[in-house]
């Protein structure tokens, strides 16, 4: 597996997902898949993050929060959309507290980590393309 050259720590954000992408993703921080030592690690403040994944639709409940945790993270940031809720094209896509994901309710996502959900190996491969693309850093 390819090593990251420059680091990447990010905050999720539940957006009312149905907690299988957070299964996967909780899985990244396991000794198989040990994020960490390839210069990824969530991070538990927005304040600290340089980039906000978020799981699920967003739903009405979690718009506001969503646009909150959004402003907090310190810029140049990186929205990245996990799974297809997130994404917009979900099962949830039709539901009447469903926002469309982070498109519809924020900002076209600069990354989008599509499946329902994603296997751990698919979310690593998109987060050291993006630790190896990073520099100089996205516009915001
Ligand atoms: S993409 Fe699938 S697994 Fe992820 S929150 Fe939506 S329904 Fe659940």
Known sequence: MKRAQKSLQFRHLDAG???GCEQELNALTSRFYDIQQQG???VASPRHADSLVVTGPVTDTMLRPLGKVW??????KLLIALGDCAAG????????ASHGGVAGSLKEPDVVIRGCPPTPQDI???LLRITAAKDPGPKV
């Open 17 to 19: 997902s149905c907690n």
């Open 89 to 96: 094209c979900g099962v949830f896509q039709a539901a009447y």
């Open 71 to 76: 402003e907090a993270v310190p810029g140049p």
């Open 40 to 42: 990824i690690d969530i």
């Open 124 to 126: 690593l491969d998109q």
